[in-house]
């Protein structure tokens, strides 16, 4: 158990290094475009899981510098003479914390916001409305409140929900689970980062914003295999799990097609709310 408390722990380090590095270096290209007496600082950071969250707000970006590695892809630019750094961390706290940390030593921003898609837990949420989560809740019941307060719905954009958003280890797949879960922690949805990010930013004294948009309703179920999909692999393994998903279950392809089809258009909906969440940013 020693042993392998060691290992695992260097592999930890290791990997924090990596990003780091790549961060740091992404930080170092945009610089050549700037001003030398700034080097690597940027206004705002985006911290997204997957690359179909973080597209759209890329493809909104200037002068965009990109650096991919070790798993994650780093994006430069300038939106609105905001000069931002957009990091795809890939799924899960673990990931999400390292390129967090990492972020905040390449690049100091002033704020660092969790963007991304999130499960409804509640009936009131449907799929493509927003979350501005007043604070955030972990599964053993851990809170972490958020610097920007929105209220449990704004009058003015009704579609934009605030209250608790719920960070845990997995795809909440199944409506059961989600009204559970939903009860369980008083929250209105569910995602896989947004404390991890928020933990680091709350040790670091960055300000933190979560920006999620619903992509799958209460009553919605997930397909059982996306979980297994997901998870980091070589491309290798990555097209065995889709073979085997398609040899026990053939109807997979149309759901996982529909599925692909619904992430872009809410995707899309999420870059365009992010453009006007960051033009608003306070100082």
Not at 9 to 36: F, I, M, P, Y
Not at 106 to 113: L, Y
Request: glycine residues 10%; contains cysteine.
């Amino acid at each position: 158990m020693v042993v392998r408390w060691i290992v695992g722990n260097w592999l930890r380090q290791q990997v924090h290094a990596k990003v780091t590095e790549a961060v740091t270096e992404a930080a170092r290209r945009s610089a050549e475009q700037g001003d030398a007496e700034d080097v690597g600082r940027c206004d705002i950071g985006v911290l997204c899981a997957l690359g179909v969250e973080a597209g759209a707000l890329v493809d909104r970006l200037e002068n965009v510098v990109s650096l991919q590695g070790q798993g994650f892809t780093v994006h430069t630019g300038v939106l609105h003479q905001h000069r931002i750094v957009v990091v795809r961390s890939g799924p899960g706290q673990g990931a999400a914390s390292q390129a967090t940390s990492a972020l905040v030593a390449g690049h100091r921003p002033r704020w660092i916001i969790s963007a991304g898609f999130a499960g409804g837990l509640r009936d009131e949420l449907a799929r493509d409305d927003f979350v501005m989560p007043s604070a955030l809740v972990n599964e053993g019941g851990k809170v972490l409140r958020v610097d920007l307060q929105l209220g449990s719905q704004s009058e003015s954009t009704p579609r934009v929900h605030g209250g608790r958003l719920l960070t845990v280890d997995r795809i909440v797949a199944t409506p059961q689970e989600k009204r559970d879960l939903g009860r369980k922690h008083d929250a209105v949805a569910v995602d896989m980062e947004s404390y991890a990010v928020a933990e680091v930013c709350q040790r670091e004294k960055v300000r933190f914003l979560a920006v999620r948009a619903i992509s799958d309703a209460v009553d919605e179920r997930l397909p059982p295999d996306l979980e297994k999909l997901m998870k980091p692999q070589s491309l290798a393994h990555r097209a065995g799990a889709v073979t085997g998903t398609l040899v026990r279950r053939p109807g997979s392809v149309k759901d996982m097609w529909k599925l692909k089809t619904s992430a872009w258009q809410t995707a899309d909906r999420l870059g365009q709310f992010l453009t006007g969440v960051l033009q608003q940013l306070p100082e």
